[in-house]
């Protein structure tokens, strides 16, 4: 089963997602992605997002949320998904600017709210609805 490290990065209850493209689908997930050979689970989130989000400046740590299964959107196989939390307290716009050269398929980011990420429907990945009921279940959404 592969194992991907993903970011629940969380303002004023609104989620970050992006959407990825692959094979003619696309699907909205959290950023993040799979472990390299050696690599650490937090070195592994520090350098998917600056990949995904260069942009993006988080000032504090991520806590350990939780560990996902699930299946992959675009391989359709097991994964495992090592959830970690960022919340941000302050009101400044967090800046979701994509990376120019990215060779990742990532074609969007948003941060959504529970009815937002709701109404993505079947766009918004099993194994990511996952994580958000979980999200909501526990009051972060």
């Not at 303002?11 to 990825?20: H, P």
Request: charged share 30%.
């Amino acid at each position: 089963m592969r194992t991907v490290v993903d970011a629940a990065i969380i303002q004023r209850k609104r989620l970050v997602v992006v959407r990825k493209e692959r094979e003619g689908e696309s699907f909205w997930i959290l950023p993040g992605g799979k472990i390299e050979p050696g690599e650490k689970d937090l070195a592994c989130l520090t350098r998917e997002l600056g990949e995904e989000l260069p942009a993006l400046r988080l000032p504090g740590s991520f806590r350990l949320y939780g560990i996902f299964s699930g299946i992959s959107p675009h391989k359709r196989e097991p994964i495992k998904t090592v959830v970690y939390l960022y919340q941000e307290h302050s009101d400044r716009e967090l800046n979701l600017t994509l990376s120019a050269n990215l060779t990742e398929p990532i074609k969007e980011a948003r941060q959504l709210d529970y009815s937002g990420l709701l109404g993505l429907g079947n766009r918004l990945s099993q194994a990511t609805l996952d994580i958000v009921q979980a999200l909501k279940k526990d009051n972060y959404l």
